[in-house]
């Protein structure tokens, strides 16, 4: 069974830093690109970034929103995905899902879906 | 502002047929495959269809899904009361080189 657990949310200060974990099991976790999305409350989805496999290079990209700010990492040797969030404003305040990406046939999805973990900023 | 447009809100009676539109543009719709997600108040979002018309185990073929041009629809046919929620599109934006998703639909069965 496949499944995706974050945790690392909490309370956190304008300007201050929070890194995110997400532990995968149930699949091989070192050939599957993930990615971060969150949510504000009342609001809709909003992509914040993905890491590719080892077999790209572990690439990442970034939404404009986060980007020079937020940092996705992992470590295969643990199945475990992160988020490193610095310069956090009020406006970052959401819940952070990490989701499986899955490709076939050139064609991604998200397949899977961490619980989510709540990260509110503010002072 | 969502680069994916999904009207807000969309209902139907039960056994009802609705359907709930994307549109987008050719750097996202138009270039890529589409995916749909559910998501249930207070949970994670859950795949619904993707790559444009495909169903994972487990979802009713009530759903489906179609994609023509820089547009795609979810349809769901024999509406029932457990359809009530939030439905969101999603593709991938090659000039933003990320996924964007849709603002959502919220989907009341009347």
């Known amino acids: 069974e496949v499944q995706l657990v974050e945790s690392g949310g909490g309370l956190v200060q304008p300007g201050g830093s929070l890194k995110l974990s997400c532990a995968a099991s149930?699949?091989?976790?070192?050939?599957?690109?993930m990615h971060w999305v969150r949510q504000a409350s009342g609001k809709g989805l909003e992509w914040v970034g993905r890491?590719?496999?080892?077999?790209?290079?572990?690439?990442?990209t970034y939404a404009a929103s986060v980007k020079g700010r937020f940092t996705i990492s992992r470590d295969d040797s643990k199945n475990t995905a992160y988020l490193q969030m610095n310069s956090l404003k009020t406006e970052d305040t959401a819940v952070y899902y990490c989701t499986r990406r899955y490709c076939s046939g050139g064609n991604c999805y998200s397949d899977y879906w961490g619980q989510g973990t709540l990260v509110t900023v503010s002072s | 502002q969502s680069v994916l447009t999904q009207p807000p809100s969309a209902s139907g009676t039960p056994g009802q047929r609705v359907t709930i539109s994307c549109s987008g543009s050719?750097?996202?719709?138009?270039?890529?495959?589409v995916n749909w997600y559910q998501q249930l108040p207070g949970t994670a979002p859950k795949l619904l269809i993707y790559t444009n018309n495909q169903r994972p185990s487990g979802v009713p073929d009530r759903f489906s899904g179609s994609k023509s041009g820089t547009s795609a629809s979810l349809a769901i046919s024999g509406l029932q009361s457990e359809d009530e929620t939030d439905y969101y599109c999603?593709?991938?934006?090659?000039?933003?080189?990320?996924?964007?998703f849709g603002g959502g639909t919220k989907l009341t069965v009347l």
């Open positions: 999603a593709a991938w934006d090659d000039s933003l080189n990320g996924v964007i």
């Open positions: 050719s750097s996202n719709i138009g270039g890529n495959a």
């Open positions: 890491i590719g496999s080892k077999a790209n290079s572990y690439a990442t």
């Open positions: 149930g699949f091989t976790f070192s050939g599957s690109a």
